[in-house]
């Protein structure tokens, strides 16, 4: 506690000693009012006086005179008579100040040691500038220890941050050797499925044919028991028993009224009767009838057909109905199982959901032979471990697009950034949630409810002075009749990660502040340690 009271003493010691100093240097440098130590020079009261545009040479007494004689308003640095002159503030004790000459003695104290207000006897300007000094030097200081600090922690951060990006490039390295050794197995296992499913088809095609002729024998038996009732048909449309049915006679039943605008087309006709103008017995129990049948059983309220076209949808349940359940094993899978070389993810999701593929197995119909079920149960396994090599190596592959991702990211001079990669950060206003996903999304989420408005994705690093001042991003949700929205994040040197504030300057633009120890980088320059001239 001593030694911090006898620190405190020193330094007002010090101060006092540099202003006394300063004050030496001033009475001993002669000057005008208005003008600076280093320009004192230019002002030699033994001389005539030569503006500094070189437009006019004039004698030493005409300077703050309170009438401009030169152009560019060097003869009179103390008044207001110029009005593109400057004044100088020497604010001893504090920072030095240049003031447009029309603030000279308009009754405002803007210089802290009050020199521009030397007229104005009535207004009392009160010199604050070693106060105001004192305050810039501790808050100064508190930067400097705050940098300090800060520039230890940003090391660890590069440190932490080049030691990701290793580790990154080694996974890749390692993903890269898995992907050739998997896309080898895949190559093997597919040639392993392909000949599976060869003998599977062959062993299958006894059971497809015999399948294929009870269908045909259970149509036939349909056939023969609906026959009487197509005749009936038949004979009650041939008005004119000419033992032909054609499109006039049909266009006379509205049963035919496919569209329901109250007339049979000619179209309509034809389609009824597969797209002749007339048939006979034979062809309409043979292809007329499968298409008439759906539209009898609806006007008599037996049968509601299936969305989309009537006589169609009659045909396509028909022969669904008639489908060998075997023949989905030569398509095991293919449904939920993308090609390797696919769209992206994204693309892949928008995709219409597809029903799963069941291999067969000894308990499904139809029931097969011994040795045929070993031949179906032998595909099957094949055609599971080709789908399980294909999902490692498009899983291979999604690692190996996000690392590249990854390293492709600009996290500093000294990948002091990285630490930042994969962390949220949150700020609450009176209205929304603020949530800044580093070099990766901004979210601006309202507190009465869960819907999220994107506010950019990452672009890049927009800083003048310093690149890494600025983190942008851009694409986010469009305003309702505006531009699509962005932010920009203005990074500053803090002892933590924080979000310190979050406005909209502009419509759809927005502005984050976010303090963090990897923005602490210490200056190289000796621009902080630049003495004033009047000290």
């Given at each position: 506690m001593?030694?911090?009271?006898?620190?405190?003493?020193l330094?007002?010691?010090?101060?006092?000693?540099?202003?006394?100093?300063?004050?030496?240097?001033?009475?001993?440098?002669?000057?005008?009012?208005?003008?600076?130590?280093s320009?004192?020079?230019?002002?030699?009261p033994?001389?005539d006086?030569?503006?500094?545009?070189?437009?006019l040479?004039?004698?030493f007494?005409?300077?703050?005179?309170?009438?401009?004689?030169c152009?560019?308003g060097?003869?009179?640095p103390?008044?207001?008579?110029?009005?593109?002159g400057?004044?100088?503030?020497?604010n001893a004790?504090?920072?030095p100040?240049?003031?447009?000459?029309?603030?000279?003695?308009d009754g405002?104290?803007?210089?802290?040691?009050?020199?521009?207000?030397?007229?104005?006897?009535?207004?009392?300007?009160?010199?604050?500038c070693?106060?105001?000094?004192?305050?810039?030097?501790e808050?100064?200081?508190?930067?400097?220890?705050?940098?300090?600090?800060?520039?230890?922690?940003r090391?660890?951060?590069?440190?932490?941050?080049?030691?990701l990006?290793?580790?990154?490039?080694?996974?890749?390295?390692d993903?890269?050797?898995?992907?050739t050794?998997a896309?080898y197995?895949?190559?093997?296992?597919?040639g392993?499925k392909?000949?599976?499913?060869?003998l599977?088809?062959?062993?299958?095609?006894?059971y497809?044919?015999?399948?294929?002729?009870?269908?045909?024998?259970?149509?036939?038996?349909?056939?023969?028991?609906?026959?009487p009732?197509?005749?009936e048909?038949?004979?009650?449309?041939?008005?004119?028993?000419?033992?032909?049915?054609?499109?006039?006679?049909?266009q006379?039943?509205?049963?035919?009224?496919r569209?329901?605008?109250?007339?049979?087309?000619?179209?309509?006709?034809?389609?009824?009767l597969?797209?002749e103008?007339s048939?006979?017995?034979?062809?309409?129990?043979?292809?007329?009838?499968?298409?008439?049948?759906p539209f009898?059983?609806i006007?008599?309220?037996?049968?509601?057909?299936?969305?989309?076209?009537?006589g169609?949808?009659?045909?396509?349940?028909?022969?669904?109905?008639?489908?060998p359940?075997?023949e989905e094993v030569?398509?095991l899978?293919?449904?939920?199982h993308?090609?390797?070389?696919?769209?992206?993810?994204?693309?892949?999701?928008?995709e219409?959901?597809?029903?799963?593929?069941?291999p067969?197995?000894?308990n499904?119909?139809?029931?097969?032979d011994e040795?045929?079920?070993?031949?179906?149960?032998?595909?099957?396994?094949?055609?599971?471990?080709?789908?399980s090599?294909?999902?490692?190596?498009?899983?291979?592959?999604s690692?190996?697009?996000?690392?590249?991702?990854?390293?492709?990211i600009?996290?500093g001079?000294?990948?002091?950034?990285a630490?930042?990669?994969?962390?949220?950060?949150?700020?609450?206003?009176h209205?929304?949630?603020?949530?800044?996903?580093?070099f990766n999304?901004?979210?601006?989420?309202?507190?009465?409810?869960?819907l999220?408005?994107h506010?950019?994705?990452?672009?890049?690093?927009?800083?003048?002075?310093?690149?890494?001042?600025?983190?942008?991003y851009?694409n986010?949700?469009?305003?309702?009749?505006?531009?699509?929205?962005?932010?920009?994040?203005?990074?500053t040197?803090?002892?933590e990660?924080?979000?310190?504030?979050?406005?909209e300057?502009?419509?759809?633009e927005?502005?984050?502040?976010?303090?963090t120890?990897a923005a602490?980088k210490?200056?190289?320059?000796?621009s902080?340690?630049?003495v004033?001239?009047?000290?």
């Amino acid at each position: 506690m001593r030694r911090q009271l006898l620190t405190i003493n020193l330094n007002h010691y010090i101060f006092i000693i540099l202003i006394v100093i300063c004050q030496i240097l001033t009475s001993e440098v002669p000057r005008p009012r208005g003008v600076s130590l280093s320009r004192a020079s230019l002002y030699n009261p033994e001389k005539d006086f030569m503006c500094f545009d070189g437009s006019l040479t004039i004698p030493f007494s005409q300077i703050n005179d309170d009438y401009c004689d030169c152009l560019d308003g060097s003869d009179e640095p103390g008044t207001s008579a110029c009005p593109n002159g400057i004044f100088y503030c020497t604010n001893a004790g504090h920072t030095p100040l240049n003031l447009d000459s029309s603030r000279v003695n308009d009754g405002v104290c803007d210089c802290c040691d009050g020199s521009d207000e030397y007229l104005n006897m009535h207004l009392k300007c009160t010199n604050n500038c070693f106060e105001l000094g004192q305050t810039a030097r501790e808050e100064r200081q508190r930067q400097a220890e705050l940098l300090k600090i800060g520039s230890q922690i940003r090391l660890e951060f590069s440190q932490k941050g080049i030691q990701l990006k290793q580790e990154k490039k080694e996974k890749l390295n390692d993903l890269q050797k898995q992907q050739t050794e998997a896309e080898y197995l895949l190559n093997e296992k597919e040639g392993f499925k392909k000949e599976a499913e060869e003998l599977e088809g062959k062993f299958l095609e006894h059971y497809k044919k015999i399948e294929e002729e009870e269908r045909k024998k259970k149509e036939e038996e349909e056939l023969e028991r609906s026959r009487p009732e197509m005749i009936e048909t038949f004979n009650k449309y041939d008005s004119n028993q000419d033992g032909f049915v054609d499109i006039s006679e049909l266009q006379s039943r509205a049963t035919f009224d496919r569209d329901r605008n109250g007339e049979v087309s000619e179209d309509e006709a034809k389609f009824f009767l597969n797209e002749e103008t007339s048939v006979d017995l034979e062809t309409f129990i043979k292809s007329c009838w499968v298409r008439i049948k759906p539209f009898l059983m609806i006007e008599a309220g037996t049968f509601k057909p299936p969305a989309g076209d009537n006589g169609e949808a009659d045909q396509e349940q028909t022969a669904d109905a008639t489908e060998p359940e075997h023949e989905e094993v030569e398509d095991l899978n293919e449904k939920e199982h993308p090609d390797i070389d696919g769209e992206d993810e994204e693309e892949e999701e928008e995709e219409e959901p597809q029903e799963e593929v069941k291999p067969v197995s000894a308990n499904s119909s139809p029931k097969y032979d011994e040795e045929t079920q070993k031949v179906v149960d032998a595909a099957n396994d094949a055609r599971k471990e080709y789908y399980s090599a294909k999902d490692t190596v498009n899983n291979i592959k999604s690692e190996i697009k996000d690392i590249e991702r990854y390293l492709e990211i600009d996290f500093g001079s000294d990948d002091e950034y990285a630490i930042l990669e994969g962390s949220s950060f949150e700020y609450t206003d009176h209205e929304y949630i603020y949530k800044l996903y580093p070099f990766n999304k901004i979210i601006q989420q309202p507190k009465s409810s869960s819907l999220e408005t994107h506010l950019g994705t990452w672009s890049d690093w927009i800083g003048t002075q310093d690149k890494y001042s600025i983190m942008h991003y851009t694409n986010g949700h469009s305003c309702w009749n505006g531009p699509q929205r962005s932010t920009k994040v203005y990074v500053t040197c803090g002892s933590e990660n924080k979000v310190t504030s979050v406005s909209e300057p502009s419509k759809c633009e927005y502005q984050f502040d976010f303090t963090t120890p990897a923005a602490c980088k210490e200056q190289t320059n000796d621009s902080e340690n630049d003495v004033h001239d009047e000290l």
